[in-house]
T-cell receptor, first 114, second 114 residues
Framework: AQSVSQHNHHVILSEAASLELGCNYSYGGTVNLFWYVQYPGQHLQLLLKYFSGDPLVKGIKGFEAEFIKSKFSFNLRKPSVQWSDTAEYFCAVSPSSNTGKLIFGQGTTLQVKP | DGGITQSPKYLFRKEGQNVTLSCEQNLNHDAMYWYRQDPGQGLRLIYYSQIVNDFQKGDIAEGYSVSREKKESFPLTVTSAQKNPTAFYLC?????????????FGEGSRLTVL
């Protein structure tokens, strides 16, 4: 069965620290990859996505993610976090030949201390 | 403004009662989805619909039912057969069912069974 695993459930950082959130998926075929973010009190929104091409993708607010096919990973990074990055982050995967199913990871809560 | 409207935002019900959660979108999207969000488990797909008058079960469909009589509307009924219905329910839509684009989420409905 397809699955998505996020390694860190709760991350606490100080402002200006670098961020890397791990995401690994289990699926043997071609996939589309996503990171979604849920800021406190707001609805889920897309942070960035990868379909094909350059494995390093850039999203909103200075976030980027790198797809490493051999490791089945799609880790999210940001060089310097801000207090406003405090949120819950979800990695998600869909098979490229999908039937409409998007599979989410368990989520990582990021707390940035000012 | 275009978007997804879920109602009610908070709902309480007694055990043994069915309850229906509303989801309406004015984005002219073909596909709509229902997810359940529980702490530490991320989002799990309940049902999805890629076109009017058609829908498919997700990973945790037992105890739930849906209908898709109109493009704009995708109501979810939580039946008394659902063993653990207390949760946060998210409705989403996308332009197509192929996940080549992003999901747009509503603000969610929190159901508590007393």
């Amino acid at each position: 069965a397809q699955s998505v695993s996020q390694h860190n459930h709760h991350v606490i950082l100080s402002e200006a620290a670098s961020l890397e959130l791990g995401c690994n998926y289990s699926y043997g075929g071609t996939v589309n990859l996503f990171w979604y973010v849920q800021y406190p009190g707001q609805h889920l929104q897309l942070l960035l996505k990868y379909f094909s091409g350059d494995p390093l993708v850039k999203g909103i607010k200075g976030f980027e993610a790198e797809f490493i096919k051999s490791k089945f990973s799609f880790n999210l990074r940001k060089p310097s976090v801000q207090w406003s990055d405090t949120a819950e982050y979800f990695c998600a995967v869909s098979p490229s030949s999908n039937t409409g199913k998007l599979i989410f990871g368990q989520g990582t809560t990021l707390q940035v201390k000012p | 403004d275009g978007g997804i409207t879920q109602s009610p935002k908070y709902l309480f019900r007694k055990e043994g009662q069915n309850v229906t959660l509303s989801c309406e979108q004015n984005l002219n999207h073909d596909a709509m989805y229902w997810y359940r969000q529980d702490p530490g488990q991320g989002l799990r797909l309940i049902y999805y619909s890629q076109i009017v008058n058609d829908f498919q079960k997700g990973d945790i469909a037992e105890g739930y039912s849906v209908s898709r009589e109109k493009k704009e509307s995708f109501p979810l009924t939580v039946t008394s057969a659902q063993k653990n219905p207390t949760a946060f329910y998210l409705c989403a839509s996308s332009k197509t069912g192929g996940h080549t684009g992003e999901l747009f989420f509503g603000e969610g409905s929190r159901l508590t069974v007393l």
